[in-house]
């Protein structure tokens, strides 16, 4: 069965540049989500996106955008990195805002040095 | 805004012995997620619990939704080496995001 596919897997940056980490949810999914997972820590709500308009907002940078396109798939573009935003970044989707459960893709590990 | 709290934060586990993670949230949940994370994996989705007292169980995990809709728990008895990850539960108010809790990370020692 198809899941989420994030990509890149692994991302290496530096202080002050900017990166785009890319979701592909499940055919027919029409709901994504973005958390960002620091080591050791649970996953923090960033965004979601419900038919590609923003449905939710959480802690989520002001240097950090994101969007869902026409196909459902979303991207977060993130700037100005700084090294407090190395975590991996996972991204969740679902039928619906009041789903039975998310699926969510391997994440992107970002490590800003 | 909503909170979701895990008790414990660790649970170092005796294979084939039972125990008990805890959820608890700052506000009436419209349902209650619980995933299990592998180290270096993601969150993987366990079950859903929607109704006030609901009990779940998966072979041998047993999943319980408070009655007033604030707390869970999460219950695993003869604990395998395949137990090992962490467990985080995720509170759903209506129509809002899943706020998890901080997880507890269960170590199990053959």
């Known amino acids: 069965a198809a899941g989420v596919i994030q990509s890149p897997r692994h991302l290496i940056k530096e202080k002050r540049e900017t990166a785009t980490l890319k979701c592909y949810p499940i055919?027919?999914?029409?709901?994504v989500y973005w958390y960002q997972q620091g080591p050791g820590q649970d996953p923090q709500f960033l965004i979601s996106f419900y038919e590609k308009m923003q449905s939710d907002k959480g802690s989520i940078p002001d240097r950090f955008s994101a969007q869902q396109f026409s196909d459902y798939h979303s991207e977060l573009n993130m700037s100005s990195l700084e090294l407090g935003d190395s975590a991996l970044y996972f991204c969740?989707?679902?039928?619906?805002?009041?789903?039975?459960?998310?699926?969510f893709g391997s994440g992107t590990r970002l490590t800003v040095v | 805004g909503q909170q979701v709290m895990q008790i414990p934060q660790y649970q170092h586990v005796q294979e084939g012995e039972d125990f008990t993670t805890y959820c608890n949230s700052s506000t009436t949940l419209s349902n209650i997620q619980w995933y299990k994370q592998r180290p270096g994996g993601h969150p993987v989705f366990l079950i859903q619990l929607v109704k006030s007292g609901e009990v779940k169980k998966q072979k041998r995990l047993t999943f319980q939704f408070g009655e007033a809709k604030k707390n869970s728990s999460l219950h695993i008895t003869a604990t395998q080496t395949t137990d090992v990850g962490t467990y985080f539960c995720?509170?759903?108010?209506?129509?809002?995001?899943?706020?998890f809790g901080g997880g507890t990370r269960v170590l199990v020692k053959p």
């Open positions: 969740a989707s679902s039928l619906g805002q009041d789903p039975f459960g998310y699926t």
């Open positions: 995720a509170g759903q108010a209506a129509g809002n995001k899943l706020t």
């Open positions: 055919p027919r999914h029409d709901t």
